[in-house]
């Protein structure tokens, strides 16, 4: 599986961004897919994940009530809708793939894509 992240630039704190994230491959509708951040000196984190179906999602507790993952599997896409930015959402973001069951884990999931910076300003 191949992945294209893509949507980042710049935003003012308060607005929103939508990323997309590409997928090759015809099997995309059975992999967990993920979201993860790395902001500027800090190690990489979980951001939010959705399972096979699109019935089951999980964000990490800064995100949440605000950033929604979703997924088209006719269009081998998923997406993150980030609403009401702040600074500290600042980071690169990045698409992850796992064949497997659901995780939060950054460690467990297999293919990623190559990143795409979102920069929140003040």
């Known amino acids: 599986v191949q992945l294209q992240a893509s949507g980042g630039g710049l935003v003012q704190a308060g607005g929103s961004l939508r990323l997309s994230c590409a997928a090759s491959g015809r099997t995309f509708s059975s992999y967990v897919m993920g979201w993860f951040r790395q902001a500027p000196g800090k190690e990489r984190e979980f951001v939010a994940a959705?399972?096979?179906?699109?019935?089951?999602?999980n964000y990490a507790d800064s995100v949440k009530g605000r950033f929604t993952i979703s997924r088209d599997n006719a269009k081998n896409t998923v997406y993150l809708q980030m609403n009401s930015l702040k600074r500290e959402d600042t980071a690169v973001y990045y698409c992850?793939?796992?064949?497997?069951?659901?995780?939060?884990?950054?460690?467990?999931?297999?293919?990623w894509g190559q990143g795409t910076l979102v920069t929140v300003s003040s």
């Open positions: 959705i399972n096979w179906s699109g019935g089951r999602t």
């Open positions: 992850a793939a796992r064949g497997g069951y659901f995780s939060d884990s950054d460690s467990r999931y297999d293919y």
